[in-house]
């Protein structure tokens, strides 16, 4: 299959992509637009790697919404294998399928036969992206979660984008869907994989970017509760937490501290709206210590 070697023609440009992406609520910065117009243009699977939190899975979301596609979204776990991830038999219908023929006495070579019609047949995602083709955007999301049997199966996968069902034949997509693969980077992904990607690392935004987000995002808020909560995460971010604060947390609690009436994060609003940034006890007493301590400071 022959990868497209020329801009998408709905972003002309990479300006175009991220004014785009801009409407949609998605601030990129000129690296990641960059990235994802490459991707488009090349028709390669993108690989987006960086902390949990900071929009990878976003990014094929807000995709989706601008080509005005299906968004199928394969989430990676350990121990998944490849029925569950392209396709399975419905083997409930088929044998209340079988019951019925024998019940009606008919010819048991034909009900055989028949028992691996389209019908009977489980699309999962990689399979349902192959057969929609262009107008999909496959996720899969958290790759790192998978081992790595999983990950060359991927990999022949995204090599042709066909699939071989033994009693129906080989099915092959058109024309490849957009992928997305994102990794938080628990384990080191193969070379052999990263070398069919394009690939960008999403770091988290600095303190402006951050606050412009967060204005974007939460359109209420003030630049002055904006400024303040960005600075808060910041701090955050610097803790030995278990999971550091994402853009999508301090979004969160922006809104909020919006919504309880608060200009800014001090002692006692740090205190009682730390749920909305950090989802973990020790974490939250941390925290909210680390917040008490700087404003005092």
């Known amino acids: 299959m022959t990868a497209r070697r020329e801009p ?3 972003f002309p440009t990479i300006a175009h992509l991220e004014e785009a992406l801009r409407e949609q609520d998605y601030l990129a ?6 990235a994802l117009f490459l991707a488009l243009g090349m028709r390669r699977p993108l690989l987006l790697e960086g902390e949990a939190g900071v929009g990878k899975t976003e990014v094929a979301k807000t995709l989706t ?3 005005g596609g299906e968004l199928v979204r ?18 409930s219908r088929q044998l209340l399928y079988a019951r019925a023929s024998h019940e009606l006495q008919r010819d048991p070579r034909l009900s055989v036969g028949e028992l691996y019609r389209p019908e009977f047949l489980l699309e999962r995602p990689l399979l349902r992206a192959i057969k929609a083709g262009s107008r ?5 999301d958290e790759l790192d979660r998978a081992d790595d049997e999983f990950e060359a199966f991927l990999l022949e996968i995204l090599s042709d984008y066909a699939v071989t069902i033994p009693e129906v034949g080989t099915i092959s997509a058109e024309s490849p869907p957009v992928v997305v693969i994102t990794s938080n980077r628990t384990r080191e992904l193969h070379d052999a994989l990263k070398r069919r990607c394009l ?3 999403i770091d988290f935004p600095t303190l402006e970017r951050e606050v412009e987000i967060i204005r974007l995002r939460v359109p209420d808020a003030s630049e002055e509760l904006a400024v303040s909560v960005a600075t808060a995460v910041a701090r955050l971010r610097e803790l030995d937490l278990v999971k550091h604060p994402g853009v999508a947390e301090a979004i969160d609690w922006t809104a909020a501290l919006a919504l309880v009436g608060a200009r800014g994060v001090d002692a006692d609003v740090a205190q009682s709206t730390i749920g909305s940034v950090v989802k973990n006890r020790e974490d939250a007493e941390r925290a909210t210590a680390a917040l008490i301590e700087t404003v005092h400071d």
Request: net charge negative.
């Open 74 to 91: 394969l989430q990676c776990y350990e121990g998944i294998d490849a029925s569950q991830a392209i396709y399975e038999w419905d083997y």
């Open 29 to 34: 910065d000129h690296g990641l637009a960059t």
């Open 8 to 10: 998408h023609p709905a």
């Open 65 to 67: 919404r601008l080509l």
């Open 136 to 140: 999909a955007v496959l996720l899969i």
């Open 199 to 201: 690939y960008h690392w």
